[in-house]
């Protein structure tokens, strides 16, 4: 199974029944912390890996098993105690979930992961199995997390793995503001998809007769967590032309080198966004201008797979350039049709600043940040600034 991001070693098949009683194992806190200081240090590490680009490797310990073995303070100080012996004294160890799941944290690691995460698996095992065996009926499962993540591994996320994407792990999102968000969204696209029905029928005769082709173009984006999907466009390109223009663009563009193709040196620096594409029909480059391009998304949208408002989705080769503080544009909320740069910046910003804004978005985000930024829309198209 492709699962590069979290490997798990079961010590005993038995199933995860029951966790540690929280009132109990209060004598091994000498050897571990508390899950507050252990969090915010997990914290502290990680912006320190995203500025420096050296990896910390974060192992979960999960307990489980007979509820009377667990709630026993020896189990607990033993498997403490083994682990402060196997561990340096750098590395920082404790409670990840208060009583049920022990964390450490490895950091300023210099050897390749799946050899780092081999050594420190075979160095666990060893002081561990005689405890386990000590305790019939109790049963650890281990997990190894890895950060900064490799770009291809981004899709693989979910549960614990996104720990360190505190906006996840913190979920400042409550269930009723998701509520009240996805319900708009269902509402805006079924509106969106009755009242433009006769836009649809318009364009696509409009493609249809001035280019061969079809008149929908799918193009695989990532989503939230991450997750790859097909987003739908109205077809702007001639059929069967090369996207390494695209995407020589887009990676000097995110690294900061400019001019980047189909850039010219007398004009500010575009996101996405290239002036002289000559892979784009003339009927495309209208339809683009007025972002009409973009209409066949609401059915994303009524799927699930996007929003109205969010950050946009970036094609894979796209977030295979990004820089670490970069990534939680993707991972940290759903993509959308329009968003906070749309309405600000559009086109005539740089990435870092595109960036920014969706980063804005998503730590400042409210309902009333989405009906605004669905009102400004319709004037940021029509004002045509920054498209192409």
């Known amino acids: 199974m492709k699962r590069a991001t979290a490997m798990k070693n079961i010590f005993q098949m038995t199933p995860p029944e029951n966790t540690v009683n929280t009132q109990c194992l209060k004598d091994e806190d000498d050897l571990l912390y508390s899950r507050e200081f252990f969090h915010e240090i997990l914290q502290i590490e990680r912006k320190r890996s995203a500025r420096s680009g050296t990896p910390v490797v974060l192992l979960l310990m999960r307990l489980f098993g007979n509820q009377d073995r667990l709630s026993n303070p020896e189990f607990v100080r033993s498997i403490a105690s083994a682990l402060k012996n196997s561990t340096r004294e750098v590395d920082i160890k404790g409670w990840f979930k208060e009583r049920s799941v022990i964390g450490v944290l490895f950091t300023e690691i210099k050897i390749p992961r799946n050899r780092a995460i081999n050594v420190l698996k075979e160095r666990i095992n060893d002081q561990i199995r005689d405890i386990l065996n000590a305790h019939p009926g109790c049963g ?26 505190p906006v996840l792990r913190n979920d400042i999102w409550t269930e009723s503001q998701k509520f009240i968000k996805r319900s708009i969204d269902i509402l805006g696209s079924v509106s969106g998809l009755f009242i433009l029905f006769p836009f649809f029928l318009i364009i696509s005769i409009g493609i249809k007769s001035t280019s061969r082709g079809p008149v929908f173009f799918r193009q695989e984006r990532l989503g939230l967590h991450g997750k790859r999907f097909g987003m739908l466009k109205f077809r702007t390109m001639y059929t069967e032309n090369s996207e390494q223009l695209h995407r020589d663009y887009v990676k000097n563009l995110i690294n900061g080198n400019t001019p980047a193709a189909g850039h010219h040196e007398n004009e500010p620096e575009k996101t996405y966004k290239m002036t002289s594409d000559p892979r784009i029909t003339p009927f495309g480059k209208f339809l683009r201008k007025l972002s009409l391009d973009e209409l066949p998304q609401f059915i994303n949208v009524l799927k699930g797979e996007m929003s109205l408002v969010g950050p946009r989705p970036p094609i894979p080769y796209e977030f295979d350039e990004y820089k670490i503080w970069h990534r939680n544009r993707v991972v940290e909320v759903k993509p959308g049709i329009t968003g906070l740069w749309q309405v600000k910046g559009r086109s005539s910003c740089n990435f870092d600043d595109m960036v920014r804004l969706d980063l804005r978005y998503i730590h400042n985000w409210s309902i009333w940040l989405d009906i605004k930024i669905l009102l400004q829309t319709p004037w940021a198209v029509l004002r045509g600034k920054g498209a192409y």
């Open 140 to 165: 650890l499962e281990m997990s190894f997390n890895w950060y900064p993540e490799e770009a291809k591994d981004i899709e693989l996320r979910n549960g614990e793995n996104m720990i360190f994407y």
